[in-house]
């Protein structure tokens, strides 16, 4: 057995000295230091021995394994070294040339458009306001005018939690309450930028989460047409100088009289298109005066004090400034999407 240890060494080293490749060189381990090469024939061999030789032939066996495996690492990192060397000498580097540029990442569409939403209110004399994604269902539905078992409550499917009347807000007026609480009984203008839950089908249209803006006025003699020329305003700021406006009776609990404010579709400037259903209006937020009830509950006398409130969608301005058509676009983390903005 040491005999033809010695041999196969011999031979296995004088392979490894003409091998040149990377395949050639995987053979040659496979060959000689594989589950199925000669010398693990030989180890399987050694209960055969007599007694005594056993001991000297399982030393030389690993010593000729041993051997092997630091002759192929040499022989691996040789190779290396060479296929490096080739590739410097024949690849020309002119230093000259300017670094490549490192790719800088990017705000998300949707950031962009709630900054931009929040800088045209800050610049009308709004302040940032921010309030938890968590709330209670007390500051998110009854001091809103949504009492327990209020039909109104069906609109918004709610995200839950384990602990009783705690969920994830539906919408950011919950955050109404702790700014007027806060303020009171200063007059204020604020607005409430932030992510909300609905436990919903998610469609082309409806999302479980998107962010939204509030916004909220609360003083002495605010009038509903005070309302309407401020997102009249707004509009303006943020779509162009010539975008007209719309309002529309609508229904919300914490607000009354309530109404939906539409700009004319800035697509096709009223003719008609496929993003404004061929109406020529675009919906883009929901408004009122706060409800009496609400300012109460915000500390705010109602006998004294008016304040009227919109909220909007953030997605959804952006998707009708860049014509997108699907919502579900701004969550699903598609480079090709989100790349182009």
């Known amino acids: 057995m040491l005999e033809r240890l010695n041999q196969l060494e011999r031979e296995a080293r004088e392979a490894l000295r003409s091998v040149a490749g990377g395949d050639d060189l995987r053979d040659w381990h496979r060959r000689y230091l594989g589950r199925k090469s000669a010398l693990q024939d030989l180890l399987?061999?050694?209960g055969s021995l007599p007694r005594e030789e056993r001991p000297a032939a399982g030393q030389r066996v690993n010593a000729v394994k041993s051997g092997l495996e630091e002759a192929f690492a040499a022989r691996e990192e040789e190779l290396r070294r060479t296929r490096l060397e080739a590739g410097l000498r024949s690849e020309a580097l002119d230093v000259t040339l300017p670094g490549r540029p490192a790719r800088r990442g990017r705000l998300h569409v949707s950031t962009q458009v709630l900054r931009r939403i929040c800088h045209v209110w800050a610049e009308m004399?709004?302040?940032?306001?921010?309030?938890?994604?968590?709330?209670?269902?007390?500051?998110?539905?009854?001091?809103?005018n949504f009492p327990p078992h209020h039909p109104a409550r069906d609109m918004q499917d709610t995200f839950h939690t384990t602990r009783e009347d705690v969920l994830l807000r539906t919408h950011t007026s919950a955050g109404q309450i702790h700014a007027m609480r806060e303020h009171c009984p200063e007059p204020i203008r604020v607005v409430l930028p932030g992510m909300c839950y609905r436990y919903e089908q998610i469609t082309v249209r409806s999302e479980i989460q998107f962010n939204q803006v509030e916004g909220l006025a609360v003083g002495k003699g605010i009038r509903m047409s005070d309302l309407k020329g401020t997102l009249t305003d707004f509009a303006r700021r943020m779509f162009g100088p010539a975008t007209r406006t719309r309002f529309r009776c609508s229904y919300f609990p914490f607000t009354e009289p309530s109404a939906e404010m539409d700009i004319e579709c800035f697509l096709c400037g009223g003719d008609g298109c496929a993003i404004c259903k061929r109406v020529g209006w675009l919906e883009i937020l929901g408004c009122g005066m706060v409800h009496p009830t609400v300012l109460g509950n915000g500390g705010y006398d109602p006998a004294v004090y008016t304040g009227f409130a919109f909220g909007m969608g953030s997605e959804r301005v952006a998707m009708l400034r860049h014509g997108i058509e699907d919502i579900r676009?701004?969550?699903?983390?598609?480079?090709r999407f989100l790349e182009q903005f």
């Open 44 to 46: 399987k061999g050694l």
């Open 329 to 335: 676009s701004f969550w699903a983390n598609d480079l």
């Open 125 to 144: 004399g709004f302040q940032v306001y921010r309030s938890r994604d968590v709330e209670t269902d007390e500051l998110n539905f009854q001091l809103l």
